[in-house]
């Protein structure tokens, strides 16, 4: 039963998440004539070309790549992003293009963060939107290029076709779009913010203690040595939020104010974590 409620929340989030991608494009993004990253901006780079639909491009472009990725990768995320690229291709033949704003800057940062809401979404649910993102997990299994890399080289050349066959303003603001999609998507990613303090006391009890109590966190004891003297501490680490990381601060301060203590960004959590919120203090 959990593992279709799973499977139903992330087609709902496909879903979701491709409705609001295709409205960027055809209510912003290609009325302004302006284009995108990946598979959706080549083919509308292809559409002001030849007047074939948009979203028929996305699927044919997407297809071999998609088949590709099924023998490369395979799994539920392959099908989870058919799911995903059948129904953007599909929304944005559907969707009527219409020009609500007429001012590009405007178009540009709210379609880029629309579309980047939706794509957060697809992600969020286990899939992707096809095209440059099986490109690059399938380069960064065959040859260690990041993913990254692939996106940037792949979108630097679009937006280098739109400058030569548009005009340099239309590749600038086509440049706003993608930024601003990346940065919603990031934070849409990385909304819990989650980081891991590394604590060097000689009241690590006390310290564990009040992070029990206060925060409701659990902590692990590390065994750490000092170079210089040779002698060895308990090293606490704990994972927390953002949002509680000036309470950390607090406890640490008041119960050994010589305290050494590092945070650093926790990309990834797997196991027992609660996120935190400002109305409901999670239990341990």
Do not use: W
């Not at 099924?70 to 599909?90: A, D, E, Q, W």
């Not at 927390?240 to 959590?269: C, G, H, N, W, Y």
């Amino acid at each position: 039963m959990n593992r279709i409620k799973r499977l139903s929340r992330s087609v709902i989030f496909i879903l979701l998440g491709t409705s609001l991608s295709a409205l960027a494009y055809t209510q912003l993004i290609i009325p302004n004539r302006m284009l995108s990253g990946g598979v959706a901006g080549l083919s509308v780079l292809i559409n002001s070309l030849t007047g074939l639909p948009t979203g028929t491009l996305v699927l044919l472009i997407n297809i071999p790549i998609l088949i590709l990725g099924y023998r490369k990768i395979g799994g539920k995320f392959i099908g989870l992003t058919i799911l995903s690229v059948f129904s953007f291709s599909t929304l944005l033949n559907i969707i009527p293009t219409h020009q609500v704003v007429d001012d590009l800057l405007l178009a540009s940062v709210f379609g880029g963060a629309l579309n980047g809401l939706g794509l957060g979404l697809v992600l969020k649910s286990g899939g992707s939107t096809g095209g440059t993102d099986i490109i690059g997990v399938i380069l960064n299994r065959r040859f260690s290029l990041s993913i990254g890399e692939v996106m940037l080289a792949f979108n630097g050349l679009i937006v280098l076709a739109s400058a030569l066959l548009f005009d340099l303003q239309g590749a600038l603001y086509t440049l706003i779009t993608m930024f601003v999609t990346s940065r919603t998507v990031d934070a849409l990613q990385n909304a819990r913010d989650r980081k891991t303090a590394l604590i060097i006391t000689d009241k690590s009890d006390e310290i564990a203690t009040q992070i029990h109590d206060q925060l409701h966190r659990g902590v692990t004891f590390l065994q750490g040595e000092g170079s210089y003297q040779h002698g060895y501490h308990k090293v606490i680490m704990c994972v927390l939020t953002r949002f509680e990381i000036a309470q950390l601060k607090e406890i640490v301060l008041k119960e050994d104010p010589q305290a050494f203590m590092t945070i650093s960004d926790t990309d990834e959590v797997l196991g027992r974590f609660k996120a935190f919120s400002p109305f409901k203090r999670p239990t341990p």
